[in-house]
């Protein structure tokens, strides 16, 4: 069975650019997590979706950030204008009733220079 | 507010030993779950291990065993006969209920681990 999958897998771009990450979730899952890591805060939940629509995004740093889930099988995260302190692992995660694991996708590396 | 403390920043043990990772959590909340990720150097999230609050057995996935201790609010992740590639970043996690369904986890500031010969 294919995991969650993100694109790309490294992003280098320069400030004040816009930065688009993608996901797709494991087929069937109906709730998906977009978190960010960073070594100094950890992971953090920054937004999810519940069969598609966003529930909870009062962990999205700043208007600066935007998601949005069109179906079920795509996800982006976007960020306009990007800014240096925006790099970090950003992970896309599903999972497919509340109680179960959350699934992790591989990761986007970003670096803003 | 839902909390997740490893102690251990970094653990060494040798091939073939079992070892402990340290897990406390705090919460007010009856209904939990404890999750145990590994990543690896190359970055990926991988899930290895659930416990249910209301689970009475310890959960068990293959070499990854849960000791989960509710009274003390622990629950720790013990690896049997450990491999070279066992060597990662290990997170403890907690589902905290969202609402409109769904969890947010919690996670821990993780342990590395280092297996050696």
């Known amino acids: 069975d294919a995991g969650v999958i993100q694109s790309p897998r490294h992003e280098v771009t320069e400030m004040g650019q816009e930065v688009t990450l993608r996901c797709k979730p494991i087929?069937?899952?109906?709730?998906l997590f977009w978190y960010r890591q960073t070594m100094m805060r950890g992971l953090e939940l920054l937004i999810y979706?519940?069969?598609?629509?966003?529930?909870?995004d009062s962990g999205m740093p700043e208007d600066r950030f935007s998601a949005k889930m069109p179906n079920a099988s795509f996800s982006t995260l976007k960020i306009q204008p990007s800014e240096p302190r925006d790099s970090a692992v950003y992970f896309c995660?599903?999972?497919?009733?509340?109680?179960?694991?959350?699934?992790f996708g591989d990761g986007t590396r970003l670096s803003i220079l | 507010a839902q909390k997740i403390t490893q102690t251990q920043p970094g653990m060494f043990v040798q091939e073939k030993e079992a070892v402990t990772l340290d897990c406390t959590y705090d919460?007010?909340?009856?209904?939990?779950?404890l999750f145990w990720y590994k990543q690896p150097s190359s970055g990926e999230m991988i899930f290895l291990i659930y416990?249910?609050?209301?689970?009475?057995q310890n959960a068990t996935e293959g070499r990854y065993s849960l000791n989960f201790q509710k009274a003390r609010k622990s629950a720790n992740l013990v690896i049997s006969a450990s491999q070279l590639g066992d060597s990662a970043m290990y997170f403890c996690?907690?589902?905290?209920?969202?609402?409109?369904?769904?969890?947010?986890?919690?996670f821990g500031t993780g342990t590395q681990l280092k297996v050696e010969l």
């Open positions: 995660a599903s999972s497919p009733e509340r109680n179960q694991p959350q699934h």
């Open positions: 087929s069937g899952h109906d709730y």
């Open positions: 979706f519940n069969n598609n629509v966003p529930i909870d």
């Open positions: 919460t007010s909340d009856q209904s939990y779950g």
């Open positions: 416990q249910g609050s209301y689970d009475e």
């Open positions: 996690a907690m589902r905290e209920a969202l609402t409109g369904g769904g969890n947010k986890l919690t």
